[in-house]
């Protein structure tokens, strides 16, 4: 048991840590890359060409552009952030083989180790081969993917490279994973003392600078941007100024470099309040943040030199042109890049000289207190592995606030429509066409579902006690999942506000819209499918625990209940749940309705089968086997309460040793018991 739950625990501060660096993986290759692409398709179109670069063209078409943006940033992610996992796990392998353990003298006194400095040589010999050795491995993949004109890495470079351009695509794909692989050396090698991927300092940081970077990122996008453009631009600068830099990719860009120079300076707000605290040279337990910080610095440093002067060498002497080129253009384009960025920002800047000073000093202000935000958050940063520790220290929330919470939150979320960008009427509009139709629909359903089970299955709980159409809880039960079915609609109303409007958002009708292959169409799907439930099985998990519990207790109060408590939660819990349903107001998302829709429906008819009462053996035994959850799993969960956390999969229960199926696959090890019972909160 202890075993399993320590592997758990290790497992799910591993998965955590790995998403994070492949969620700023993704905002560097969907954002970063694509504006400094764009960039360079408008002033150095020449260099485009010697590489078999096709420029950057955004034609107004949102979607496309946006689909095939997206498309390259999650392919590119998703591999970039396995290949720098991989460096971690190799260079973790090097270590151990060759640091051996010291063997104790006869005085009982462990003799000192083996020549640091030659072990230490070793280590660095072994991995720039490995590394060298990577390289060759993925450049000469890349080549044969791009000569062989198939394959889904040749579809996502083919939109960047002209058929003419294996050895550039070769050389800059290669040359890009091996920086990645070396990044990955370079934190492992600093890390030998954690459970997780990297130092615990790292681990303490990295959640609050990557939320303040997402969160100055979409402040500047969709806040800053707008209202400089629409207010601010009128007023204080000349209309030449700003209408040259007023495109679609220079604003992401910008808005990313916003986003990395605040997060830059919320940093330096955390070194100056923990070197006043604590001092640069003492975290525990790996060492001084400064010696940390200089040997990644001189790791990635000493990773691109070698790695340019390898590919300048391996390219010698028929393409060494090309590669020198090649990397001389990716040097010369992220300068020139930032160069455009400040140039920008000195153009915004008032001509009055005095309105000019009061920009700059307001900025220096806004600099100020970033710096001392970063300052007040650190002493409240939490390790990831720490976070159940704090949560466990936290004052619970009481059923008199989740009740106050109750109505209030779907008044929020309505009032929320008032501030649409576009058209608040037509928010509202697709609200109650939204509302009104998932009623009649998970109603109607809800009763035919109650006839199926009655018809088809076996009742599993309380066979002597009223249940179907004659459970006392019934209306209780309808109410609840309408208020839920509320908040849904709350969400939906703002992307499907947009599509009625014609404005661009995830949703369209056609495959092609989406700039998507079938195949990866699936593939985006099923991965986003896997994610989701990963986060509903964590979400439920989370209000399991002691201090959330008050806004769950209330689904639980139904313990044998029937498919109308299907969708029967607290709003706020409905919020957690739904929420990430806003996703669908952006483009890159791509959601082709027709190919959606089904997987909607067979969501919704889950769920209802999950809560209607009955076993229908046909749908157990075909579904339990694929770790799709069934109503004998989930009853058991309202049952106990305590154990079968899952939602649509039950494969993070089988793993994480917290509930077995009768239908399903032998457990592994015995289920854990976990969370508050309803008795408990007060």
């Known amino acids: 048991m202890s075993r399993c739950t320590s592997a758990a625990k290790s497992g799910v501060l591993i998965t955590t840590q790995v998403s994070l660096i492949g969620s700023l993986a993704y905002v560097w290759f969907s954002t970063g890359v694509h504006s400094i692409w764009d960039h360079v398709s408008h002033t150095n179109k020449d260099s485009l ?49 060759l640091s051996p353990s010291p063997a104790p003298s006869k005085r009982g006194c462990s003799e000192p180790a083996t020549n640091k400095k030659a072990v230490g040589s070793f280590k660095l010999v072994a991995s720039i081969s490995f590394l060298l050795f990577f390289f060759v491995i993925t450049k000469t993949y890349f080549k044969h993917a791009f000569d062989a004109r198939e394959g889904l890495v040749y579809q996502v470079s083919s939109s960047f490279f002209y058929e003419s351009g294996v050895e550039p695509f070769a050389i800059l794909g290669s040359t890009s994973y091996s920086i990645w692989m070396a990044c990955g050396f370079a934190v492992r090698a600093f890390s030998q003392d954690t459970d997780g991927l990297y130092p615990r300092v790292v681990s303490r940081w990295l959640p609050t600078i990557v939320a303040s970077l997402v969160a100055v990122h979409l402040l500047s996008l969709n806040i800053l941007f707008p209202t400089y453009y629409n207010i601010v631009k009128p007023i204080l600068v000349p209309e030449h100024a700003a209408e040259a830099t007023h495109d679609h990719a220079f604003v992401e860009g910008f808005s990313l470099l916003a986003a990395l120079t605040h997060g830059a300076l919320f940093a330096v707000g955390m070194v100056v309040r923990l070197a006043r605290t604590e001092g640069l040279r003492s975290i525990a337990p790996e060492g001084a943040v400064l010696r940390f910080t200089v040997g990644i610095v001189t790791n990635f440093a000493m990773a691109v030199l070698v790695i340019g002067g390898f590919c300048l060498a391996i390219n010698a002497p028929s393409e060494n042109a090309t590669a020198g080129v090649g990397l001389q253009f990716m040097a010369q384009s ?31 202000v806004v600099g100020a207190s970033v710096v001392a935000a970063g300052f007040l958050v650190e002493p409240s940063t939490v390790a990831l592995e720490d976070i159940p520790a704090k949560l466990g220290s936290m004052r619970p929330f009481t059923l008199k606030q989740a009740d106050a919470l109750f109505y209030i939150t779907p008044l929020a979320c309505t009032a929320v429509g008032v501030a649409h960008p576009h058209d608040p009427s037509m928010f509202f509009d697709s609200l109650v066409r939204c509302f009104v139709i998932l009623e009649l629909t998970i109603m109607s359903g809800s009763f035919l579902m109650v006839v199926a089970g009655k018809t088809f299955g076996t009742r599993i709980q309380d066979m002597d006690k009223p249940h179907d159409f004659r459970s006392p809880w019934l209306l209780k039960e309808a109410a609840e999942t309408s208020v839920a079915l509320y908040i849904f609609a709350c969400f939906a109303a703002w992307p499907l506000s947009l599509y009625r409007l014609g404005l661009p958002c995830a949703l369209v009708d056609t495959l092609e819209e989406t700039g998507d292959g079938v195949w990866f169409y699936a593939f985006k799907t099923a991965f986003g499918l896997l994610g989701a439930d990963w986060y509903m099985y964590m979400k439920h998990r989370i209000l399991h625990s002691r201090n959330f519990f008050a806004f769950h207790r209330s689904h639980h109060m139904f313990r044998d209940p029937t498919p109308f408590a299907g969708f029967a939660v607290h709003p706020v819990e409905a919020v957690v749940t739904f929420g990430p349903v806003l996703f669908a107001i952006f483009p890159w998302v791509g ?22 009462g009955y076993t229908i053996g046909l749908v157990e035994g075909i579904l339990a086997p694929m770790f799709v959850n069934t109503s004998a799993f989930h009853n058991a969960h309202h049952f106990k309460t305590r154990t079968h956390f899952g939602e649509i999969l039950w494969l993070w229960d089988w793993i994480l040793c917290t509930g077995d199926h009768p239908y399903g696959w032998k457990e592994r090890s015995p289920t854990r018991v976990l969370g508050a019972t309803i008795a408990s909160v007060k």
């Open 591 to 612: 959601l082709c309705i027709p190919l959606h829709a089904p997987v909607l429906v067979f969501l919704a008819v889950l769920n209802l089968y999950l809560h209607c």
């Open 49 to 97: 060409s010697v590489l078999s670069l096709k420029p950057y063209t955004f034609d107004g078409d949102v979607a496309s552009s946006s689909h095939s943006q997206s498309q390259f940033a999650l392919l590119s992610a998703l591999t970039h952030t396995l290949v720098l996992v991989m460096g971690i796990v190799v260079m973790g392998a090097i270590t151990k083989a």
């Open 334 to 364: 992220v300068a020139d890049f930032a160069s455009k960025q400040l140039t920008f920002a000195v153009a915004i800047l008032p001509q009055n000289r005095s309105h000019a000073l009061a920009c700059v000093l307001a900025g220096a």
